[in-house]
């Protein structure tokens, strides 16, 4: 059976800790899910930024918010939770740490969830 492609979205000056962990995730024997890589190694003009997100969301079947303490108002984050909307896919975000909250929820990230392996499974086995 095919994984589910994940695009991942996380506040890159804080929290790339958490995407590392995520992809960490993904190699474990049994995973259902993969994730396609958007992120962006350099500073690049907004407009060719803009363009290399929403062609890495596109090709994903899941978008995922991994959320910090400052995520919700980190502006790759909203920027690509718009692209998310506006193709339709189906999102939801996680609290990346075990002291987190639901206030970090970005607005229109889609449900918020703890992060645990059990529920990630289930979230992306559907």
Known sequence: MAKTRVF??????????????????AEHPGSPFEVTDGSLKEAQP??????????AINRADVFIVMLGPKTRSAPGVREEVKMANELGKRKFQIIGY?????????????RTYRWDWDNLKKLLSQ
């Not at 907004?46 to 062609?55: G, N, P, T």
């Not at 909250?101 to 990230?109: I, K, L, T």
């Open 98 to 110: 075990r002291d987190g909250s639901e206030d970090w929820a970005v607005p229109d990230g889609g």
């Open 8 to 25: 991942v979205s996380f506040d890159f000056d804080n929290d790339r800790a958490l995407k590392a962990f995520i992809i960490g995730q």
């Open 46 to 55: 907004q407009r060719e930024w803009e363009a290399k997100a929403r062609a």
